[in-house]
């Protein structure tokens, strides 16, 4: 199956500081990819739609100047966590989709995570 | 709105089978996805159903009816690896995933 490919699988941060993750499709082009946070114990909550040569839509709470997503290229997009606080440690997994077949077959890839501590 | 209900957590034992539900209302709808996720990694997808019935694969089984807005995951011949949480995620009309807090499943020896 298609393999979505997120770097650094854990991260530790000063506060204040910036924090890149990254998030390729290895084996397929992904022209969306979506990014998640995920708190202990709680349900994925999508921060943002990242598409291919286009501004990310952001989901509604998400500052969209702390949380800067680039989708430069079909098979990259990267997150940054921008003067990062301890609030914003957390799980952070991104995620891409590939419709097929007029929605028939649909499936939705992720990425390992990373693991996001702010000291 | 949109929402997503399945229980909170069950037990199961070794060598038994399961069944998790889900019920589901959305904003149009495009699928059902049921992943699975150890604690403190990214979800693994396990099945999609896009039309009613059930879908086979292993161990795994997923059932969808559409008319209902309900799903289920049947895991058979259970194994101790299989203690996760096991999140049921339909798609709405935007192609978005919309989670759900997910079920924890025990496996008792």
């Known amino acids: 199956g298609a393999v979505v490919s997120q770097h650094p699988s854990r991260v530790i941060c000063k506060s204040g500081t910036s924090v890149k993750i990254e998030c390729r499709s290895l084996d397929f082009q992904a022209t969306t990819m979506f990014w998640y946070r995920q708190f202990p114990k709680q349900s994925l909550m999508l921060m943002a739609t990242?598409?291919?040569?286009?501004?990310?839509?952001?989901e509604q709470g998400v500052e969209k100047d702390k949380f800067l997503i680039n989708h430069a290229s079909l098979t990259l997009s990267t997150l940054t966590v921008t003067s990062a606080h301890p609030e914003d440690s957390s799980f952070y997994i991104c995620s891409a989709r590939i419709i097929r077949d007029r929605g028939l077959n649909t499936e939705a890839f992720f990425g390992q995570g990373t693991r996001l501590t702010v000291v | 709105g949109q929402n997503i209900d399945q229980p909170t957590e069950m037990t199961a034992t070794e060598g038994a089978i399961v069944q998790i539900n889900c019920t589901y209302q959305?904003?149009?709808?495009?699928?059902l996805f049921w992943y699975q996720q150890h604690a403190g990694e990214a979800p693994t997808f396990l099945s999609y159903n896009v039309l009613d019935g059930l879908e086979e694969k292993g161990r795994f089984s997923s059932f969808l009816s559409r008319s209902k807005g309900y799903s289920y995951l049947l895991l058979k011949e259970l194994q101790m690896k299989d203690s996760a949480s096991y999140l049921c995620a339909p798609m709405d009309s935007n192609y978005q995933l919309i989670w759900g807090a997910g079920t924890k499943l025990i496996i008792k020896p």
């Open positions: 990242s598409n291919e040569g286009s501004k990310a839509t952001y």
């Open positions: 959305t904003s149009g709808f495009n699928g």
